[in-house]
């Protein structure tokens, strides 16, 4: 047994590189800034209630020229927002006109949200959204779509303990190695079915642009939820926006030398009929991060381990569409594909997995298949502090631990709200050594263009696959779904 500790991994930004997300920005801007093809005018169409579209403007309108840091003795762990706009290193702007704007009344969410909480009244209120979608759709070329829950809808759906209805924030993150609850969601279902329109949304709870409006609490004390800083929400809320336009405001730095490689995440969800275990595919292309979707085949749970798994036929179908809509991108195909699944690879799938490299000529020897789980080992130092973010356990057996989030050295601190849980990872078949993978899989957590804080617990391979199965659910066999991670984040 022995641990090690990986320093932090550099990103790559527009004129230069840092470890840091914000600070790359701020000081380099965004990976794509000089590229004719990178969005400078992003145009926003804002759909919610008068007072939330007037919230969200006006927050936006006050961000454009900067929101100050947060006052704090680890200033790198909360620096200032720096502003958007012509000449500023975030050079893309947001046009913010009435045409792009569309009021609903607040009479229709205060009657729905007396009502039960059924899939019929989420159904509902979804359709709020999607009649002014389609009309802006009709009248208006938008870029990205904003759905803006108005407070008594906040407070609807916090009714159950696990609802996830806001695109940005710091939550807390389970990998557990199940599969994707049926159960309906607003945000998955407005997301799903706003697809047909062809254009990316981003929900935003009022909250974020008024602190006045937090929820309660789940705790005996009733007191108001904790929120992320100001300038912090401001950050996260950019960067998504820039990406779910067409932008890039990141990138993994690869080395000259270092094989062309296609990372692909395997997750699984279940039918809302709850009647089939399907597959969710994420792959992300390259260093670049270009994430596309996949649906796969019917996975079954495996009487002898419990665990989730697809038929050798499956797992062969699965690979062989990803490197397909690969070649298809690139005119190639990789010269190493790295396959993180969200349970341990069984021999079938093994199996059908090569059996698709030898038909695409890349060779078995530079193919790495890896399970990565939660773990719960769990190592301590000798002080208050948990690990650091990087601390490697290679535990002499076949699984391996890996501190994703934990103490940082950047921020003087460790940032997280919670004892923070390490990942566990098996090198199920593979040509890479655990360090060097693990190394990988530190750096792919890096790749959430949701969150700029950079200590991500998951890489992004099984983050997109899980969130694209919790969007998949709601579309049939031969219902048409956008290809691209943008839509579903």
Known sequence: MKTEFFHEPELEFGTGRHIDIKFGLMNYGPFDFDNHLAPKKIKLGIIGTPETIEGIVTWLEKSRTGIPAKPSKRPNLFPRFPGFGEEMPLCADFVLDSQLQRAISPNYFDELCQRPKTGEVIQKIAQLYLDEIEYLTEKTTVDVFVCAFPFVLAQFLEQDEDEVDDDI???????????????????????????????????????????????????????KRSLQDEATRVWNLYTALYYKAGGTPWRLIRNASELSACYIGVSFYKTLDEASLLTSTAQVFNERGEGVVLRGGTAQISKNDKQIHLSAENAYNLLKNA????????????????????SKHSIDEITGFEEALRGSSIEPELTDFVSVTGSDTKLFRGNRYPPLRGTFWDTGGESFVLYTRGSVDFFSTYPGLYVPMPLGFRCDRVAQTPTSLAQEILALTKMNWNNTQFDGGQPITIRCARQVGQILKYFGPNDHYEPYYRFYM
């Not at 990316?200 to 709870?205: E, F, G, L, S, W």
């Not at 190639?332 to 396959?339: E, Y």
């Open 323 to 342: 490197l397909q809509i690969y070649q298809k991108e690139h005119r190639n195909f990789p010269a190493r594909v790295v396959i993180h699944k969200s």
């Open 169 to 223: 924030g710091d939550y807390h993150e389970t990998l557990e190695p199940v599969a994707t609850s049926p159960k309906f969601i607003l945000h998955d279902l407005l997301k799903a079915q706003a697809m047909r329109f062809r254009k990316p949304t981003q929900i935003i709870r009022p909250s974020t642009y008024d602190e006045s409006k937090r929820l309660k609490s789940k705790t005996k004390s009733g007191n």
